[in-house]
């Protein structure tokens, strides 16, 4: 089992950052993947990022490029997700997960984490 727990939610204003962290724990080492997924108010969950463990090897969804940054600290056990730019339509719960590959599809990732609710006003 691994367990992941989200933090770093909050509300902020359109334009402005927020960096989300989940730390891992329990058996690590037999995810290879951690992603971020998000889920709005009436909508399907969506793929957000995704980056390996070990290669640091990432994919984003064209929604976030060039605005959203995934990253890890393997020592620590957690990613991070550096958010900048962000509008209204970024509002959504945000779940980190535990996965095999870097893809978007969620049904490759085994664990979820409990989500984190991420408010931008406009």
């Known amino acids: 089992q691994v367990q992941l727990v989200e933090s770093g939610g909050g509300l902020v204003q359109a334009g402005g950052s927020l960096r989300l962290s989940c730390a891992a724990s329990?058996?690590?080492?037999?995810?290879?993947?951690m992603g971020w997924f998000r889920q709005a108010p009436g909508k399907e969950r969506e793929f957000v990022a995704a980056?390996?463990?070990?290669?640091?090897?990432?994919a984003y969804a064209d929604s976030v490029k060039g605005r959203f940054t995934i990253s890890r600290d393997n020592a620590k056990n957690t990613v991070y997700l550096q958010m900048n730019s962000l509008s209204a339509d970024d509002t959504a719960v945000y779940y980190c997960?535990?996965?095999?590959?870097?893809?978007?599809?969620?049904?490759?990732?085994?664990?979820w984490g409990q989500g984190t609710q991420v408010t931008v006003s406009s």
């Open positions: 997960a535990a996965g095999r590959i870097v893809t978007p599809a969620s049904r490759t990732y085994d664990y």
């Open positions: 329990g058996r690590t080492f037999s995810s290879a993947v």
């Open positions: 980056i390996a463990w070990t290669s640091g090897g990432t």
